[in-house]
């Protein structure tokens, strides 16, 4: 019985130690390609700011949106949506503040 505790405790140990490694390694991915994301969204944002043909919000927030994601898929980054909108949402703060 004794010996059973033992091996749980060790095999417990290994996989808390595995699970903090692998979110430290996904955190690092995020960082990544936020990171890259980051000039798609400001790109995207500064084409579409002053395009006359573009009058609501909306439109330009889903223009922008579309024009990150396919320039990810071009240069083979998998981002997903809620990255694209984090990147997007940093860009138009970022905008308007100067």
Not at 36 to 56: G, H, Q, T
Request: include cysteine; glycine fraction near 4%.
């Amino acid at each position: 019985m004794n010996l059973w505790y033992k091996i749980r405790v060790c095999f417990s140990v290994v996989v808390r130690g595995f699970g903090h490694f692998l979110k430290k390694v996904l955190d690092i991915e995020t960082r990544y390609i936020l990171g890259r994301l980051k000039d798609m969204a400001l790109d995207a944002v500064e084409a579409l700011r002053d395009d006359p043909s573009v009058v609501s919000n909306s439109d330009k927030r889903r223009r922008a949106f579309d024009a990150i994601k396919n320039r990810a898929k071009k240069e083979g980054l998998n981002a997903k949506d809620h990255l694209i909108n984090l990147a997007l949402e940093l860009a138009v703060a970022y905008i308007k503040k100067f």
